[in-house]
C-alpha cells in the first residue's frame, strides 16, 4: 500500500516514520512538513535524518507551510527537545531536501496513483486545509485519510480543552473537518483523538522488551537514573540509538509533567491504524473545532446525537488494543533491524 505522510517529526512522529519503514508492504510515496512540534523546515531535516537511518534515504521529503493558516508560528520544544527529536543524535542533510514545492509533491502522488494513496498526517491540519482548496478532487484521488488530532470530554494536553495539533492551527482544523460534511462515510476522515492515542503508553520495559527482540542490550531507563543531556549510543545499531535516545527525553517530559516515567506514542498508532495494522472501532459523527476564542481554541467538539442536525465529519476512532500496537512496533523495528 502506499503511503503519503504528513508530519511535524516530533518524537512520535518518529516513530510512525519508523513504523511506516519498518512495513515491508508499505511504500511511502513521499513525507510532507508542517510547523507544529518544530518548525516546518526541521520536522523536515528530522524526517529526512529519521528516513536515512532507517535505510529509507530516497524518499522525497518537502518542507509544507511554514506557520499556522492565521495564527502565529508555535512549536514545543520543552516536549519534544531542542531539535525535536528529544536526545537523538541527528546528522544535517539539508542538502537532500527536496527542491519542489510540497502540493506538487501531494499533487504528482494524488494524481499518479488515483485511488491508491492513503494520506496520514500526523502534525497540524495545515497543509491538510491548504490541499483541499487546491486540490479540490483530494477526497476522491486517496484511499483515505487518518489524522491523529485532538480530543473529546475535555483532557486536553494543551490546554484544559485542546490537544496540541488542533489547538496549533485551530482554523485549519476547522475547515478540515467542515470540507468533508455531506461525503460518503467512506471518505471521511479517521481520526485518532487523544482518547483513544494516551492510552498507546510506552514504557522502558516495552522498549528493553524491543532492544532484546532487535538483538540489542537493554536500555534500561529509569527515572531515578542521572539525567545526560546528550545522545547516548547503547544499542549498537543507529536505528535503535535514535528511538532510545529520543524515548529517553520523552520519558523524562511526561514524568516531569505528573503522567509517570512513559511515553504517549500518538502518531505511531495513527500510522498503525493508516497501514490496517491496529484494530480499531470507528464512529461516523460530526467533528467541529472552536477556532474563534482564545480560552476554548481548539477544542474539539463532536455531536454524537444529532443535536446540531449535521451529516458526520469524520469517523471517530472508539476503541484500540494497545497491546497490540506494542507489538506491532516491536515487529517493525526487528525488520529494520534484519532480525
Ligand atoms: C500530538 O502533538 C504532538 O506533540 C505529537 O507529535 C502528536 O502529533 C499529540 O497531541
Ligand atoms: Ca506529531
Known amino acids: 500500500m502506499k503511503i503519503l505522510a504528513d508530519v511535524d517529526t516530533g518524537i512520535d512522529d518518529a516513530c510512525a516514520l519508523l513504523q511506516l519503514c519498518g512495513c515491508p508492504d508499505v511504500e511511502l510515496v513521499g513525507v510532507t512538513t508542517t510547523s507544529g512540534n518544530t518548525t516546518a523546515q526541521q520536522a523536515a531535516l528530522n524526517t529526512l535524518a529519521v528516513l536515512d537511518m532507517a535505510g529509507f534515504p530516497g524518499v522525497e521529503v518537502a518542507v509544507g507551510t511554514p506557520r499556522p493558516l492565521r495564527r502565529p508560528l508555535a ?21 537532500r531536501l527536496g527542491r519542489r514545492p510540497w502540493l506538487e509533491l501531494w499533487r504528482e502522488a494524488l494524481t499518479s496513483h488515483p485511488g491508491e494513496v492513503t494520506l496520514l498526517v500526523t502534525g497540524p491540519l495545515t497543509n491538510l486545509a491548504v490541499a483541499l482548496e487546491e486540490i479540490p478532487d483530494l477526497p476522491d484521488l486517496v484511499s483515505g485519510i487518518v489524522i491523529m488530532g485532538g480530543c473529546f470530554w475535555h483532557l486536553g494536553n494543551t490546554t484544559p480543552t485542546a ?8 482554523d ?8 468533508f460534511e455531506g461525503l460518503e462515510e467512506s471518505q471521511l476522515p479517521v481520526l485518532c483523538a487523544t482518547e483513544m492515542t494516551e492510552r498507546i503508553e510506552y514504557t522502558p520495559v516495552l522498549l528493553d522488551t524491543l532492544l532484546a527482540r532487535c538483538g540489542a542490550a537493554p536500555a534500561g531507563l529509569h527515572p531515578d537514573r542521572p539525567r545526560v543531556d546528550a545522545p547516548q549510543a547503547v544499542t549498537g545499531k543507529p536505528v535503535l540509538d535514535l528511538l532510545s535516545d529520543a524515548l529517553r527525553f520523552y520519558f523524562e517530559f511526561h514524568h516531569d509533567h505528573d503522567q509517570g516515567y512513559v511515553a504517549h506514542l500518538h502518531d505511531l498508532f495513527a500510522a498503525q491504524v ?55 512496533f516491536a515487529r517493525a523495528l526487528a525488520t529494520l533491524t534484519g532480525v
Open 75 to 95: 512549536t514545543t520544544p520543552e516536549t519534544h527537545g531542542p531539535g525535536g527529536i528529544g536526545y537523538a543524535a541527528l546528522a544535517d542533510l539539508t542538502s
Open 163 to 170: 490537544e496540541w495539533n488542533t489547538w496549533c492551527d485551530p
Open 172 to 179: 485549519a482544523a476547522k475547515r478540515v473537518f467542515a470540507h
Open 274 to 328: 493508516a497501514t490496517g495494522r491496529a484494530r480499531v472501532q470507528t464512529v461516523a459523527t460530526v467533528v467541529d473545532v472552536e477556532a474563534a476564542s482564545d480560552l476554548l481554541r481548539g477544542t474539539m467538539v463532536r455531536d454524537d446525537r444529532g443535536i446540531w442536525g449535521r451529516r458526520p465529519t469524520a469517523r471517530v476512532v472508539v476503541d484500540n488494543h494497545p497491546a497490540e500496537v506494542f507489538e506491532e
